[in-house]
């Protein structure tokens, strides 16, 4: 049984950085895709970042690009999102989630490329 678990989200103000990490548990999370997502509240949920199951490329909505950073410990079957110069605009719940498919490749942007969801953590970034 795969499970993802996020943690780390709070309320902070503009500026301010947060880290959230997503610990997997369930299967060697080296060998699989990761992505984060978002969702404010009467929105869709929305890309944030991915990275490829080998780490060697990540991508960025360009809402946050420049500020956000995606990484990943396999040591720890972790993954993480650092988010830098955090903005009101930022305020949603956060979700990390990862593909059945073991080293998959796709475009990673789309959230019907995951099948494993974690319960969310919310960001709340006050003016």
């Known amino acids: 049984q795969v499970q993802l678990v996020e943690s780390g989200g709070g309320l902070v103000q503009a500026g301010d950085s947060l880290r959230l990490s997503c610990a997997a548990s369930?299967?060697?999370?080296?060998?699989?895709?990761m992505g984060w997502f978002r969702q404010a509240p009467g929105k869709e949920r929305e890309f944030v970042a991915a990275m490829s199951w080998t780490g060697e490329s990540i991508y960025y909505a360009d809402s946050v690009k420049g500020r956000f950073a995606i990484s990943r410990d396999d040591a720890k079957n972790t993954g993480y999102l650092q988010m830098n110069s955090l903005k009101p605009e930022d305020t949603a719940v956060y979700y990390c989630?990862?593909?059945?498919?073991?080293?998959?490749?796709?475009?990673?942007?789309?959230?019907?490329?995951?099948?494993?969801w974690g319960q969310g953590t919310q960001v709340t970034v006050s003016s």
């Open positions: 989630a990862a593909p059945w498919q073991e080293y998959y490749s796709g475009s990673y942007n789309e959230d019907r490329e995951y099948d494993y």
């Open positions: 369930g299967r060697t999370f080296s060998n699989y895709a």
